[in-house]
């Protein structure tokens, strides 16, 4: 005889745990196969003396590849310029972002147009952009130069000498200057739409406020306006740096790290030495050496948002 | 001299007068209340006041001297917002100084000054504390600390109660009117809420649409409302108006008496009423009903009191009477008050 009181098994949607993680999955598996795996390769390469003539992560050499970075010229002026490069694009980005959204903030006359011509940089292929750069930064047929000289402070007689070019790529310094000017042109865009997103939820009230409280415009910007941006600005800033200290495009389209090494940066190094030089072991220890790094600013960037979460 | 004067002023968002031809002269040391519904154009009456819009037209003087095109930094018309926009990333004290640094009061002052106004309004045990923290008669006693701390020539409140709840409200209310005497600064308060226009207010102005209606003290503006508008926006339920003719007839609910009640030797108007409803209202009834005959059937609310004795009951028809000093009349067209 049935007995009636069998209990119907438990359809498989309905069963919480194994709908997670079958929902989880996919993620999961992508995480691990393009991210984990590859991390775990190159923590294993850098240990070894595997090159691309021999990719055996069998002989493992333990930490003489950090080893003999730190005895590398190269590889500290690659550091110390990934560092200057990041802090001085951050620097500047944050000011320019501040009085651009404080722009943007109030009501004018082809505003829209304003904005518009304002995303561009964020839109344009990277490719793009690099020819349109190394064309205004040409040694001989730059642009800038021409409208420097026709101002008179290029050539003969004016302010920097009587030299009629520059050449932004073929200075030490100016090639830095060069990296840090494009990527805050590539970044500005998005740097403003953050910080005006931030700007605009500042109830107009306290800014109408402090007004009648007396406040100037500078009072008004470093005392209400920055405070109530901190939350925001400090994420953002801290996962820019994060993008602007991983990023090897601009260098590798702009300067190939030149003069000689000198805007020479960490991603392109490890780039160079593994993948174009062959020395895989030797390019996955450079890599490696911004993982603290990045990690240090990662984990504050997270902490920082989910604080400002709570709040 | 007045330490307010409002001259003929308008202000248009486009073709749009939001303020169209507004005159006001505050008296030393009153409590003035500017009385509408939203949209009626006191808010930004209040902000062309306080400098953060400009008139389009017109003239507005602060102690005799004209302010049109001064900016907010530089009138000395301290302002309380609704939202009372305390700053949240600085703590009381510091909320209460930025007036002081803002106007580079010296420094040697600002303790002094400060305790003052923390003083008047008993908020010492607040000062360390972050305005989040806070609930919200303390923000309202610290935006009025900090308004107050700077010694304005002017006071303006925009609807300050009205993110209060209803028990703190009538404590805020009675607070604020305490402080205002106190202090004796000239305040220019906007509201929508006529029971706090009424019971705070020396005097105040009905505005509509752009335009003030009326100006007078709060018997005035009940006793004798000088248009339409104004008969039917004070007095809670407000004036009946009932159309006879070209005029208009108006009396408030508590002069229509039972006709029995009527005193022998008064003429004045008897009104027959079907009774649709009667509510209960605790030590009164309000009756509503509508002309027995008459095509409009407007509806018509009557106070009975409670120790009145018979209560009328829904469908009775009963005669209502009152006296002819209560009742006042009005231009059907134009709305004005007739004499």
Redesign the interface.
Known sequence: MMNDNTVKPVHFVDQDRRLGWAMLSPAVIYIVGFIGVPFVLAILLSFSNATVGNPRITDLVGFANYVSLLHQPIFMTALKNSILITFLTLGILLVLATILSELLAIEFRYKKIFQTLLILPWAMPVSLAAIAWLWLLDSQFSPIDWMLTQIGILGPGGLLGPVRHLYYLGRDMLAIASVVTVNVWRLLPLATVIVLAGRLSIPQDRFDQAKIDGAGFFRILFRITIPALMPVLTVAMLFTALVVFGDMTTVALLTRGGPGHASQILPYWAFLQGIQGGDLAGGAAVALFMLPILLVVAILALRIAYRSQEA | MAVLRVENVKKYFGKLAAVDGVNIETREGELFALLGSSGSGKTTLM?MI???EQPSEGDILINGRSVVGV???HRN???V???Y?L???MSVRDNIL??L???NVPKEQWEQKVQWAISILGIEALLDRRPTKLSGGEKQRVALA?ALV?DPELFLFDEPLSALDAQVRNIARAELRDLQKRTGITTVYVTHDQVEALGLADRLAVMSKGRISQVGTPQEMYESPANLFVASFIGNPPMNLITRGERVMGIRPEHLMLQRNKPADVTGVTLSLRILLVEFMGSEYLVYGCEEGSEHQRQIVVRVEHSGGTVPGQGDVMEFFASKQDVKYFDKSSGNRLP
Request: proline share 12%; glycine share 4%; net charge positive.
């Open positions: 902000r306080a400098g953060l900016s907010p930094q018309v301290a302002m917002f609704q939202s926009a700053y949240p990333h930025f007036p640094k803002s106007r900090r700077r």
